[in-house]
Nanobody, 122 residues
């Protein structure tokens, strides 16, 4: 398994932006589909975005589509999540995860980071 560490979370006002990073270690992320999930307070963890091995294909949840961009730098072993026009409902712990095939289901992801908190104030 690959070890993942998220960073870049914080407190931001509604309408603001954040860029989350997910640094991998232990193995290269090249063979993996990389995804971001989030868990709002008191709710289940939900899919946010995923990116294919080469970065040529991406998938987004409807709730973030048009406001969020997932990207990856395989040379740096890092995945990013750029979030713009943030809303209070984006408040959640954001997790990075790795899977061997494309999926929006958390159960298909084998490696997970510890999460980073994003709080959007109104």
């Amino acid at each position: 398994q690959v070890q993942l560490v998220e960073s870049g979370g914080g407190l931001v006002q509604a309408g603001g932006s954040l860029r989350l990073s997910c640094a991998a270690s232990g193995r290269t992320i090249r063979p993996y589909v990389m995804g971001w999930f989030r868990q709002p307070p008191g709710k289940e963890r939900d899919f946010v975005a995923a990116i294919s091995w080469t970065g040529g294909s991406t998938l987004y949840a409807d709730s973030v589509k048009g406001r969020t961009t997932i990207s990856r730098d395989n040379a740096k072993n890092t995945v990013y999540l750029q979030m713009n026009s943030l809303k209070p409902e984006d408040t959640a712990v954001y997790y990075c995860a790795a899977a061997l095939s494309p999926s929006i289901r958390g159960s298909d992801y084998d490696s997970w980071g510890q999460g980073t908190q994003v709080t959007v104030s109104s």
